[in-house]
């Protein structure tokens, strides 16, 4: 199995930052595509950015400029600064990853998630 386990979340004030973190644990052959979505109450979850193994990434558009992920393709973890943060952006953050993994035949690549961590921005 493998497992992603998200820590960063909290309570922040408008204007203020946090870092997120998802670190993947278990048995796979390697990371590929790592990303960050949200899901704030009552909305759909909608996404955040991805980053490749090889760190091309991708964002939502309205969120371009103030959040940056990265990883640590030795660590097999993957971050997400946020930045000049709004009411808006209170919400579960929720890591993925696709995990190469054995199989009995061939290797398969299965996507995987975290279970979240709370982020809530308010004064």
């Known amino acids: 199995q493998v497992q992603l386990v998200e820590s960063g979340g909290g309570w922040v004030q408008p204007g203020g930052s946090l870092r997120l973190s998802c670190v993947a644990s278990?048995?796979?052959?390697?990371?590929?595509?790592m990303g960050w979505y949200r899901q704030a109450p009552g909305k759909e979850r909608e996404l955040v950015a991805t980053?490749?193994?090889?760190?091309?990434?991708n964002y939502a558009d309205s969120l371009k400029g103030r959040f940056t992920i990265s990883r640590d393709n030795a660590k097999n973890t993957v971050y997400l600064q946020m930045n000049s943060l709004t009411f808006e952006d209170t919400a579960v953050y929720v890591c993925?990853?696709?995990?190469?993994?054995?199989?009995?035949?061939?290797?398969?690549?299965?996507?995987?998630w975290g279970q979240g961590t709370q982020v809530a921005v308010f004064s």
């Open positions: 980053i490749t193994s090889g760190g091309i990434t």
């Open positions: 278990g048995t796979f052959v390697s990371l590929s595509d």
């Open positions: 993925n990853a696709a995990a190469l993994r054995r199989g009995f035949a061939r290797n398969y690549e299965r996507v995987y």
